[in-house]
């Protein structure tokens, strides 16, 4: 296997890499910013963003010169930028690290961001549980008031910019950005119905670009050595770049790991992550979080880019590949994931306020061993009723660990409701896991 | 009427408000104010905010009760969430709440009764790599242990904090080459 140069963990792979404005100066931090403020135009920022193929990083990989250029040029403003920092997809926990070993990265990219939109006023909307990365931000932004990367005549040129932390408070739908700009508002954190988009009607109806972390700590990287650089890493033309992904569940190493797109799920998860642990077989794996169907073995030689996960009938999503040992029940599975979009549903589309509540308990149902006959139809009837009916795409997401489970692991649903009880011995978990909290 | 906030964070609501084009974007972070001032966002506190920001009080509770990390009641000086979500349930949720439960005798929604301690299973905190894990108030306690548990608990009670919480997260930690 190739060996790969790091691009967004360069810094801080570096032991004693503090995060720190002197460190990240010393690495070659705010040359990007430097090379090009006041001596290109924004709009050629946003051409060089459009040039290197980049993908949004927060799940829905929609290119991001392109949301830029969607903001309206004769638009007497304000506009906003906003930093999508409410990483909460389950599997996911990328934006965390970068935000806290190397948070100029990410700022630097931002500025970038501002200056080629038009923008003066930037928030980052960290989620609420995320104390110590706010904690973090705010000390590097005052860093960077400080040296004059932010506020009035930044470097000298006749731009200025604030950034602002602003904390969530515990709703993962708030990573939906329509969802985010309501909450950044002061409300409830319900989606809004699209069209109009935000880069025309955003926060405060005005126009406003969302980025997600990782999307913008690229910034910087393709700003210094050009969009042709970029475009080449990876697997363009759809997937250039690297991509952080996550590795959770049983395997050997779990953690954080930056490849260029297009290798494989067997090279990541036996070479890069060390393969199963106790070298049991693998039965089951998220590719994408945990709104990303369930994919099987037989799919450990699907490419880790954009295209090639749509084509295997999931998605590479936020990058959290979770992965599960022969003996893992998928039904339990299933049914943690459920209590999840459960819980997190916003409650403003019935068939997903109602539905991911029925599922649940049918799910749960099977799983105590107590399922019947026609629960699997009504299963996918239920699903079918949510997918395409709702506002965002929390919908589709709540149901896919349903469909995805049904389709490849069948048998282990009918031998639940066979037999009235799990066939693979549940752990204790599911006992602890459950009390006093729903009933 | 007095105000719940203290003269400290009194100072800093102007600057907040002034963050956002409409006042009720600064909601969130005077919630945030409130509930470290009391540990709790009290109706008191929800009427004061409302007046702040030109809202009625059910505005503010409206909003407020969207979000799970804002607490209408006093709760236990140490809150503690664990993580129930699949990846750490897939490595350990299950023996954690068994550790917390021999330590402290707790189910979830439960607080011990000197009130030190409150136990919540949350979703999803973003430490799937470093499970079984818990976030016990702002502080993050990863890749636990029945020993390591112990001792975070023992901490907390008898000093309020424990050097066990996370710093700066990175995993796997860098090596040098």
Redesign the interface.
Known sequence: MATHEPLLLKN????G?T?SLADYERAGGYQALKKVLGKILPADITEMVKKSGLRGRGGAGFPTGVKWSFIPKDHPG?RYLICNAD???????K???LI??DPHQMIEGMILAAYAIGVRTAYIYI??????GAK?LERALAEAYQAGYLGANILRATFELDI?V???????ICGEETALLE???????LPRIKPPFPATHG??Q?PTVVNNVETLANIPHIVARGPEWFAAIGHPPKSSGTRVF?????VT????YEVPMGITFREIIYDIAGGMRGDKPLKAFIPGG?SAAFLTPNHLDVKLDFESVAQAGSMLGSG?I?V?EEG?CMVW?AE??L??FN??S?GKCTPCREGTSWLLQILRRIDHGHGKADDLATLLRLSGNIVGRTVCAFGDAAVAPITSTLQYFREEYDAHIREQRCPLRP????E??T???EA | MRSIFSPAAQTRIPGLIA????K??????L??LAQEEQGYVSEEAMKEIAGL?GLTPPQVY??MT?????HRRPIGTHHIQVC????C???G??HL??WI?AKLGL????TTADGVFTLS???????????PMM?IN???YERLTAEKVTRILDDLKRDGTCPLA???????E???K
């Open positions: 801080m792979s570096q032991p890499y995060g304000p990483e909460s997809e389950p599997g996911t926990f934006d965390r690290q806290e070993r989620r609420g549980e995320f104390a110590l973090i602002y602003h904390r969530g408070a515990g709703a993962y909450s950044l508002e002061g409300k409830r954190g926060l405060f005005k996550c590795l959770s569940g049983h190493r779990p953690g954080n945990a959290g979770t599960m893992t599975a943690n994931l209590h999840f819980h997190e916003c752990a204790p978990v599911r602890l896991i009390v006093g909290r | 963050r956002y084009a409409e009720r974007g600064a909601l969130l972070p919630l945030w920001l409206e909003t969207f979000y799970t990390m804002y129930r979500s699949l990846m349930a897939l490595v949720t299950d709440l068994g439960h189910t979830t929604g439960q299973l949350v979703e999803c905190l973003g430490s799937c790599a470093t499970g976030q702002d502080d993050y996370s710093g700066p997260f990175m995993f796997p860098p090596t040098a």
